[in-house]
């Protein structure tokens, strides 16, 4: 009897130990962000309209808002876009517009065609800004609070669930489901 | 042409292309320091290019690989230490960009893991090897006996 026991035994701590991965392995390969909970990291980045003016870190403490990174060059980001013009008119709270790794004169194009979503879109050339803010892919949304603090991310397009179910319940102080974007 | 010939044109060409594996290389940079430059090249084999996830960001073209590899020369050049560095990589995209998980309670089993299994291994192996050979010996009977029935 000891014979098919000991087999069953194994196999039975096998699926354990599978399961065990499967539930708690990364979605599609997003890491989840140490940024969570911590303050967003310092930024001062030239505004695309105007390069000689800077928005901060701090100059955008005191209220909630969303940085979006995103570039011409992301596919997922033209996906993104008209959402992302659909909740600027409900104006929920400002969302920052940061281009990553991109051409300013692309930039202008892009958003002068397609509209601009954005309060502010400053310009991230050197990829500093994104690096400090652990960005590996575009599209990626941070949800910073008052107090300055990252209390959300989004890694890929900010779909309506995401932002009827997580960006506009955290906004108004109610808790997101938590499960649809993870990172 | 002579044999000899022959293996000279080989080793001329071969010569040829020693220089082009430098200059195709991923990662042009150099460091002024000897030793910062393999502090470099260790630590840049280290992180995960975490756009691609399956190779080091010293052999990867993307953009962020090289915006990441910037960042280790910057502060190898600042005096930072390798620890100062990996920490600030951690700090910004988790334990996942580290190709040499950290030995913490959570990753202990990925550690031991490979042991345990080795053990199981052995133990198995020496049962059955014991197995056979109590077999063997059960077996000692002379063919003849068989022949006869």
Redesign the interface.
């Known amino acids: 009897m000891t014979r098919f026991l000991i087999p069953l035994g194994v196999f039975v701590a096998l699926a354990f130990v599978l399961a065990f991965g499967v539930r708690h392995s990364t979605q599609n390969g997003t890491i989840k962000s140490p940024l969570i909970g911590k303050p967003v990291p310092d930024f001062s980045l030239p505004k695309l309209e105007d390069p000689k003016s800077l928005v901060s870190a701090s100059d955008l403490k005191g209220h909630w808002y969303l940085i979006n990174v995103w570039g011409v060059w992301c596919a997922t980001c033209h996906e993104e876009h008209p959402w992302l013009m659909e909740y600027q008119k409900q104006g929920v709270l400002p969302i920052i517009g940061v281009d990553w790794n991109d051409q300013d004169a692309d930039a202008r194009q892009f958003l002068s065609q397609q509209g601009n979503p954005y309060t502010h879109v400053i310009t991230d050339h050197d990829g500093r800004t994104a690096i400090n803010l652990g960005v590996y892919a575009a599209p990626e949304s941070f949800l910073v609070n008052p107090a300055g603090v990252v209390v959300y991310k989004c890694t890929g397009a900010l779909t309506k669930e995401v932002w009827e179910q997580e960006i506009v319940p955290l906004v108004h102080g109610m808790a997101g489901s938590g499960v649809l974007c993870r990172g | 042409m002579s044999t000899l010939n022959v293996i000279r044109a080989v080793a001329f060409l071969l010569l040829l292309l020693a220089p082009a594996a430098a200059v195709y290389a991923i990662d042009p940079a150099t460091l002024p320091d000897p030793k910062l430059e393999a502090r470099y090249l260790a630590l840049t084999h280290e992180f995960r290019c ?2 691609c ?1 399956n190779t080091t960001i010293a052999d990867s073209q993307v ?2 690989a090289g ?2 590899r910037r ?1 280790v020369r910057e502060m190898l050049m600042a005096g930072k230490s390798d620890q100062q560095i990996r920490d600030y990589m ?5 334990d ?1 960009i580290l190709f040499r998980p950290r030995f913490a309670a959570r990753t202990a089993w990925l550690w031991f893991a490979p042991g345990v299994m080795l053990i199981i291994g052995v133990l198995v192996a020496v049962r059955i090897v014991r197995q056979r050979t109590a077999l063997v010996a059960d077996d000692n009977e002379p063919i003849e006996e068989d022949l006869r029935t």
């Open positions: 975490v756009t996830q953009e962020l915006q990441l960042q951690t700090a910004r995209y988790g996942f």
